[in-house]
């Protein structure tokens, strides 16, 4: 996806717009970004000083590419993470009110401890299924 992005941002860079791209970016001038791109859609060969203005302004939107995915990356953790303490805690309540000598206290309090150790669980069963299968292959 990053790879993606990247390059969508290297082919949509041209002459008309690299002023306005290099003012968002803030750190390449962007009369000299038009230069060199306009250079480079000439086809002539580009000096020390273009190549040096389109290394920077590939640079600053890598950056900008990994810091818009990671912060992306970041929410979405944080929304599963909140719903799934929620179905935990929902499920819990559920189970707690099926049961007849369990108390919604008791319940929500075993749906809250559950959050946490989620996670554990499923490290502990994933290396218990890949113990069973080095198992099976040795029999």
């Known amino acids: 996806m990053a790879r993606t992005l990247r390059q969508g941002a ?8 690299a002023a306005d791209v290099a003012q968002f970016l803030g750190v390449v001038d962007g009369a000299a970004l038009a230069a060199a791109v306009a250079a480079a859609e000439r086809g002539d060969e580009l000096t020390p000083a273009e190549r040096g ?7 600053a939107v890598d950056a900008r590419i990994d ?4 912060m992306a990356q970041a929410r979405y953790v944080g929304v599963v993470r909140m719903l799934s303490s929620l179905v935990a ?9 099926m049961m007849e000598d369990v108390s919604l206290t008791t319940a929500a ?12 669980a499923k490290d502990v069963a994933s290396g218990i299924q890949a113990a069973s299968k080095a198992m099976r292959g040795r029999v």
């Not at 203005?53 to 640079?59: M, T």
């Not at 309090?109 to 554990?120: E, F, H, Q, R």
């Open 10 to 17: 290297r082919v949509g860079l041209n002459a008309r717009n």
């Open 53 to 59: 203005i389109i290394g920077r302004y590939e640079l």
């Open 67 to 70: 810091a818009a995915l990671i």
């Open 89 to 97: 805690v929902a499920i819990a309540l559920v189970v707690g009110r």
């Open 109 to 120: 309090i075993v749906g809250i401890a559950a959050v946490p150790l989620a996670p554990i």
